[in-house]
């Protein structure tokens, strides 16, 4: 019997029959759903923290404390006690290092921000001018700082966009009004645009010089930032300053990491997490597969009969076995495509909030591996009607 | 016996079944029988005397424990699934007392469906003779209705059709009368002995003396072993 045959049969059978079609195929459907909706999760996950990184342009060297990024701690206590806390010395000895763009030294804080009639929880950023083009921040209303400011400490901020919404309601509001943070009343000079990021976007950005005092008053930093011209400058770079860092801490201390390795490693968890959501989501599938066989070996017993009718007017045993797994299979790549569909819909309608992403490999998978399950679970159902005695199964009633 | 070539021959059929309690029960017993081209028979029995299992073993439906089964001059010990399955589709044509048509498929779809397991190039039009035996047996305005839609009588005729669409050379009915009225009977044996007629062999199973008796030759059966004569 040709194949196109068969699957045609197959699927006059499930047209007369939908509820039992659509029940045996919901395991796989839901299967289906959970994986793509997981790797759809997983990925957009990953998107979204490697776009945080690529936001602050791809030439970028990272000195923060502790062991870093690199060797897997990451985190975990790298601002507890006893770690190394940066000083503007090193920012002015970092800054000696030749083919530099900027070095950005950066205090960050989680304080409470108040203007004249509200009080939020954002973050203090302070750091010099070069802060702005690190972190994309542009001025949507005013202008932000420079020089001259961190020279006269100037008692200036530029503030995130919403941020200026928690505060002033219209961002454009913002500009001239004053803020208080740690008892330091600060002007607001321009407010920058959103750009996604919950922290910049509660953000407050003033001078470091202007910190110094009641918000700042160790003189220090969290981090340092160093912007270098070109790609290929970046090793050049990160092994100076590595030296210059040497002499003043221990190995351990501190960590000098370039972006492209934050992202690599950012690329290695997801990697891992991706994996673990796709097992979770197989679990499914597995049973969604066994509810196939299920339903198959069921089938193939209620149509004894019909097997040995077809085996009394010439149908081979492979006819029956490809009868059989021809079923299955059409049914769990239905299944499998109802799954699909429905994840599509869902990201489709997740995308407003968050960026998930569908992509082809998720989808590919998805259709082959339902497939391979219909075939899978279905060779022993097939099996079982393929070697039916042919006067067995005609006399069965 | 008739001059025309044999197309069927058992010879020493045994056919043995191992019972629950491991006992033997032999449902044939050293059956030799010649079926010759162009013939009208009847494989004739009370029930339970073995004449369904000859049939089931001419047929290659089953397979006897011991001796051999020769059609057309081949020994079918020899054949595999494949080539079993073949004969099945091309050389018989089985008419079943149950009629076993498939309720899901539409009456010209049954009688096609010995086509979709043929694996050789037709020398016919499948479509236009399945549409010819229709209307030569009077059904063919049922042609797309299903088989749980028309009356007894009309589904054995769609399943004498279905028999016949690959010209096979010998029909195998197995009680065919036995689900029908009298009259209905009747008019399906009459069918087959129009079928005979035009050269088709035709073997019957039936465990009624009468309707044996219409064909021109009785291969009575009693205890497994073909008789001359039932010691009634």
């Known amino acids: ?397 | 016996m008739k001059k025309t070539p044999s197309i069927i021959s058992l010879s020493n059929i045994s056919k043995e079944y191992v019972m629950g309690d491991e006992s033997i029960f032999s449902a044939l017993s050293e059956v030799n029988l010649e079926i010759h081209k162009g013939e009208y028979s009847a494989i004739v029995g009370p029930s339970g005397s073995g004449k369904s299992t000859l049939m089931h073993i001419i047929g290659l439906l089953d397979k006897p424990t011991r001796g051999k089964v020769i059609i057309n001059g081949h020994d079918t010990a020899r054949l595999d699934d494949d080539q079993t399955s073949k004969v099945r589709n091309q050389f018989v044509g089985f008419v079943f007392q149950q009629f076993n048509l498939l309720n899901k498929l539409t009456i010209k779809e049954n009688v096609l469906l010995p086509v979709a397991y043929s694996r050789e190039k037709l020398d016919f039009d499948p479509e236009k003779r399945a549409l010819g035996l229709l209307e030569k047996f009077d059904i063919l305005s049922k042609k797309d209705s299903y088989p749980n839609k028309i009356s007894g009588g009309q589904q054995q005729r769609v399943a004498i059709a279905r028999a016949l669409i690959m010209n096979p050379q010998l029909i195998l009915a197995d009680e065919p009368t036995g689900n029908l009225d009298t009259k209905t009977g009747n008019e399906i044996l009459k069918l087959f002995e129009d079928l005979n007629k035009e050269g088709i062999t035709v073997l019957l199973v039936t465990h009624e003396p009468d309707i044996a008796a219409r064909t021109n030759r009785q291969i009575k059966v009693l205890d497994g072993k073909i008789v001359e004569k039932y010691n009634d």
Do not use: C, H
């Open chain 1, 1 to 397: 019997m040709v194949i196109k045959q068969l699957y045609m049969a197959a699927f006059a059978d499930f047209r007369r029959d939908k509820v039992r079609t659509g029940l045996t195929s919901l395991g796989i459907t839901i299967g289906v759903l959970s994986v793509v909706l997981l790797i759809a999760l997983g990925l957009g996950l990953k998107n979204y923290i490697s776009q945080q990184f690529e936001n602050m342009g791809a030439n970028l060297i990272m000195i923060m404390p502790g062991s870093g990024f690199s060797s897997g701690t990451m985190g975990a206590g790298m601002i507890g006690s006893g770690m190394v806390e940066f000083d503007e010395k090193d920012a002015r000895d970092l800054q000696k290092i030749p083919n530099l763009k900027y070095v950005v030294p950066l205090f960050f804080k989680s304080t409470v921000i108040s203007s004249a009639d509200a009080e939020k929880i954002g973050y203090i950023m302070a750091a010099n001018e070069d802060l702005f083009p690190l972190l994309n921040v542009q001025a949507e209303y005013g202008e932000i700082w420079g020089k001259t400011e961190i020279n006269k400490k100037s008692k200036v901020a530029v503030i995130g966009a919403i941020m200026a919404e928690d505060l002033f309601e219209n961002p454009s509001d913002a500009i001239g009004k004053t803020v208080r943070v740690e008892g330091v009343r600060l002007k607001i000079i321009g407010v920058g645009k959103k750009i996604g990021d919950p922290e910049q976007d509660k953000a407050l950005f003033i001078p470091y010089t202007t910190a110094y005092g009641s918000i700042n008053p160790n003189k220090t930093f969290w981090s340092i930032y160093l912007g270098v011209p070109s790609k290929d400058m970046v090793p050049g770079v990160s092994e100076a300053a590595k030296e210059i860092l040497l002499k003043r801490y221990d190995k351990d201390k501190f960590s000098v990491s370039e972006q492209s390795e934050i992202l690599s490693t950012v690329d290695q968890i997801f990697g891992i997490i991706n994996i673990v959501l796709i097992a979770i989501g197989s679990i499914s599938l597995l049973v969604g597969g066994i509810g196939i066989m299920n339903i198959m070996y069921a089938t193939v017993t209620e149509r004894t009969r019909e097997v040995g009718i077809r085996r009394a007017i010439g149908a081979t045993k492979r006819d029956i076995l490809l009868q059989f797994l021809s079923e299955s299979t059409l049914l769990s790549v239905f299944g499998g495509l109802m799954g699909l569909l429905l994840a599509t819909g869902i990201i489709l309608l997740v995308r407003i909030w968050f960026p998930v992403a569908l992509n082809v490999v998720a989808v590919i998978v998805a259709i082959g591996v339902s497939s391979a399950i219909g075939i899978f679970f279905g060779v022993s159902p097939a099996k079982k009607a393929a070697n039916l005695s042919p006067i067995d199964a005609i006399r069965y009633e």
